[in-house]
């Protein structure tokens, strides 16, 4: 039931690579920001964790906003390896920063931890609240992109921005929200997190490796590919914890985007 | 020179710009007029798409003027060189391969605001391009390039343009979609909307034009009717190919 969670992680990855052409390294670091927001949230004002799910949208819809106008704008249209170090840079600076403030303690909130017996199975409440949270996001994204006419226009600037810039569509504009979204995609999915995983500075760089296998899966830029190259990794770490070992379900997202290349380096779906 | 229709649509007067350091226009002036086909010819390199470009706010002008219906728009953004209802359809597939036919009308329609003018925007392009109507659901990758070329001028005249720029529509195309879409042409300034279009094959858009541009190495070169511009034995020798 993970997997919906990382699939909200790769969906932000995919996005911002398809319409405003950045990859961007320092995406996980916005889910470990989006963990301790939820944390700290939690510890210091008492505010429920589903509450900061929801804070969680706008608040780094709005960080993703500031950082695209004010850094990664000028990355647009350049070398794919300035993106590269720019973002690689921005991800070490950040989880360095969380480690100085926050330190390396690992945290964790303590919420929603009982569980609930349905058809003969047991279910924990966090992960199954965790579950329908992602479910519901990634529907909202979908809907989103495809019937809302702002929707159609990062679809347009995403599948042909000269096209779109003279149907009189700021794509400028338009790059700006969808880093955003990015980045509200990120920590949205990091407060889901939060609520039944532990929270450390370095939490990043799991989610990133799970975030890049999912959208070569899934094949660049593609929502859906990644919605379901999500599940599919998600599922595939469930199996290989619960019949090999945790440590092997570790080399998952490697072998993924290792297999995916050699045999379908579009990904799975065809675009 | 030979009489033009009574209302300046668009006038460019000396302009220069380029790419980077790299200067590709050095000083075009040419207008187009209300009720005209304007051709715009002239060898690889001669910066005919440019042209375009710097009209429609793509590319940044470094000195000469814009003007649009009067008034000034030289680097104005694109969006809002759009929103004055200049209409520009760029060169090869100007399409969105995923999106279906209705989603490309949605977008032409992008700085219609107001729902009611979209409803009849969209109702007057079906009347314009009928066939269109029965592949709404249809998407883009999937038409011929016929029928993508067409698509994306019904894209551009969503707005109800005061003027449309057209580059190269001809462009990859069977000789029958060629005099297909060039009948549309006629049929869009019949219409009342004046086009200015970039073309290589310059003997068949002039056959369309009311009046022509020739440009050479970003200079105007010649200038003249249509029908005075195939006469002509400077620009056959040279353009014309004999």
Redesign the interface.
């Known amino acids: 039931m993970l997997g919906s969670v990382y699939a909200l992680v790769g969906m932000g990855l995919t996005l911002v690579w398809g319409v405003v052409g950045i990859v961007n390294i320092a995406h996980g670091e916005f889910v470990m920001l989006g963990a301790y927001f939820a944390f700290w949230a939690f510890s210091l004002i008492h505010l429920n964790p589903l509450f900061s799910v929801l804070l969680s949208i706008p608040v780094f819809f709005f960080v993703g906003v500031l950082i695209h106008r004010q850094i990664t704008e000028r990355l647009v249209k350049q070398h794919e390896l300035s993106a590269l170090i720019l973002t690689f840079g921005m991800s070490i600076l950040i989880w360095n920063l969380a480690q100085f403030f926050w330190t390396n303690t690992y945290r964790s909130v303590s919420f929603l931890s009982g569980s609930f017996p349905l058809l003969g199975l047991v279910f924990s409440q966090s992960k199954t609240v965790s579950f329908g949270l992602a479910v519901l996001i990634s529907a909202a994204l979908l809907l989103f992109l495809k019937y809302s006419?702002w929707g159609?226009?990062i679809?347009?600037t995403s599948?042909?921005p000269?096209?779109?810039?003279?149907?009189?569509?700021?794509t400028r504009k338009m790059r700006m929200i969808t880093f955003g979204m990015g980045i509200g995609l990120a920590g949205t999915a990091g407060t889901i997190i939060s609520l039944q995983w532990v929270i450390f500075p370095q939490m990043g760089a799991t989610y990133i490796a799970k975030a890049f296998a999912i959208v070569v899966l899934g094949g660049l830029g593609n929502i859906h590919g990644a919605l379901v190259g999500g599940l599919i990794i998600g599922v595939l770490e469930g199996v290989v914890t619960q019949y090999v070992s945790a440590k092997m379900a570790q080399i998952i997202p490697s072998a993924t985007i290792l297999l995916i290349l050699l045999l379908r380096p579009t990904g799975l779906f065809k675009? | 020179m030979m009489e033009r229709g009574n209302q300046e649509i668009l006038t460019t007067e000396g302009l220069v710009t380029g790419y980077g350091k790299m200067e590709i226009l050095h000083g075009i002036s040419l207008s187009v007029h209300s009720g005209e086909i304007v051709a715009l010819i002239g060898p690889n390199g001669a910066g005919k798409s440019t042209v375009l470009k710097a009209v429609?706010g793509?590319l940044k002008v470094n000195s000469g003027k814009v003007s649009f219906k009067g008034k000034d728009i030289t680097n104005h953004?694109?969006?809002r060189i759009?929103?004055r209802g200049l209409?520009?359809?760029?060169q090869g597939?100007?399409?969105?391969?995923?999106?279906n036919v209705q989603?490309h009308l949605?977008?032409?329609a992008?700085?219609i605001k107001d729902r009611l003018k979209k409803e009849e925007a969209l109702e007057r392009i079906y009347n314009l391009f009928p066939w269109l109507m029965e592949k709404k659901k249809r998407k883009a990758k999937q038409m011929s390039g016929g029928e993508q070329q067409m698509l994306?001028l019904a894209?551009?005249l969503m707005?109800q343009p005061k003027i449309l720029l057209l580059d190269e529509p001809s462009l990859g195309l069977s000789p029958k979609w060629v005099q297909t879409v060039f009948e549309k042409i006629v049929e869009i300034k019949e219409s009342g909307i004046p086009c200015l279009i970039v073309e290589q094959k310059a003997a068949l858009v002039l056959e369309y034009s009311d009046y022509g541009y020739v440009l050479e190495m970003g200079n105007n070169r010649f200038e003249g009717s249509g029908q005075s511009l195939l006469t002509n034995p400077d620009v056959r020798r040279l353009y014309l190919g004999g």
């Open positions: 006419s159609k226009a679809r347009a599948q042909n000269d096209v779109a810039l003279v149907c009189g569509i700021n675009k | 429609a793509i953004p694109p969006h759009v929103e209409s520009f359809n760029p597939r100007v399409i969105f391969p995923d999106m989603e949605d977008m032409g992008w700085t994306s894209r551009a707005i």
